[in-house]
């Protein structure tokens, strides 16, 4: 009897050892609590991650306007439910590797890891095929803010543009124009007329869309097509804040963003992305009218984040 209990014992402590996760919920619910003690789902970097912005009448709303963005089903106007689903979440069994939540949210896994100090044994280990090939192929380095000159072609632009260039950390480090462009815009319908353009970019009638792209091609569009002059402003973040930045990027890089002309707009989107990168940076909450290039440029020099900027002139003025 004595033997067979022994037995029991060990054999329990070996298929512990063989399946570590098997208390996994258990650690979850602990991480839970840590981060309600903590008053996480209050912090800065929570409401970054999560475009968690104070309703007018009071709660948060998150300005992520896609329910495949949250992993609870309140999650757009309640932090804590959705700090909650994403622990959770986090400890989900591997089905689909690049379908797991640590691979689909990988900036709010690194957040809440270091933020929790969570022991990662505890959780299941997720290789991320394409996220690991996507990083792999950009090498984000450092980033650059880019600010196009009006276009008084396209409603869009006739206050400019801005958007971030990513700079490769590897042998392209020195050649500008094989960096990629992170760019938000409306993905407006192409048949849509100017005036009609305009009302549904006032109203938030289109989704605002997150893409990345070569940025020569950018250049392209910018300084040869349109003839527009081309401001560069390198940015003062470190390789982890840029790796930060570019993990959220990965998160919203299908996700609907209403899109709105004078407030939710590129430039608008290109600060709350470097509040990622930097939760302590108070750049968003400035502009709750409007969000124009040339003063989002500003709020980044008031932070002090601009540590050099070059000038491109468009074709035509070279030629001039």
């Not at 329990?12 to 003690?37: C, M, N, Q, W």
């Not at 100090?117 to 650059?144: M, N, Q, Y």
């Not at 993905?187 to 005036?195: E, G, K, N, R, V």
């Not at 402003?233 to 002309?261: G, K, T």
Request: glycine share 4%.
């Amino acid at each position: 009897m004595v033997v067979a209990r022994y037995l029991s014992f060990i054999l329990s402590v070996l298929s512990f050892l063989h399946h570590p996760h098997a208390i996994a919920g258990d650690y979850t619910d602990l991480l839970i609590d840590r981060a309600e003690k903590r008053e996480l789902a209050d912090s800065r970097g929570w409401r970054a991650l999560l475009h968690y912005k104070q309703g007018t009448f009071g709660g948060w709303e998150s300005q992520a306007d896609d329910p495949a963005f949250f992993l609870a089903d309140d999650g757009k106007t309640n932090p804590q439910a959705e700090l909650a689903a994403t622990i959770t979440a986090m400890d989900a069994p591997v089905v689909i590797a690049d379908e797991h939540p640590q691979c689909r949210f990988p900036a709010r896994y690194h957040w809440l890891v270091d933020e929790l100090e969570i022991d990662e044994r505890k959780l299941p280990a997720v290789h991320c095929p394409e996220l690991s090939k996507w990083f792999d192929t950009i090498k984000p380095g450092s980033l650059t803010l880019i600010f196009p000159a009006a276009y008084i072609n396209s409603p869009s632009s006739m206050f400019g543009h801005t958007l971030l260039r990513v700079n490769p950390s590897d042998y392209r480090a020195d050649s500008p124009l094989v960096a990629y462009a992170l760019n938000y815009a409306a993905d407006a319908d192409a048949t849509d007329s100017a005036i009609i353009f305009s009302i549904k970019g006032l109203i938030g009638g289109y989704p605002g869309i997150f893409s990345i792209m070569p940025y020569y091609e950018k250049i392209k569009e910018y300084s040869d097509l349109e003839n527009r002059d081309v401001w560069e402003y390198e940015l003062d973040f470190s390789p982890a804040e840029v790796d930060q930045l570019m993990r959220h990027a990965w998160e919203v890089r299908h996700i609907n963003f209403d899109y709105f002309f004078l407030t939710e707009n590129c430039s608008y989107h290109m600060l709350s992305l470097m509040e990622v990168a930097r939760p302590e940076l108070d750049l968003t909450d400035r502009f709750g009218v409007k969000a124009i290039p040339s003063d989002t440029v500003r709020a980044v020099f008031d932070e002090d984040l601009v540590t050099e900027r070059f000038y491109r002139p468009s074709s035509t003025r070279i030629l001039s």
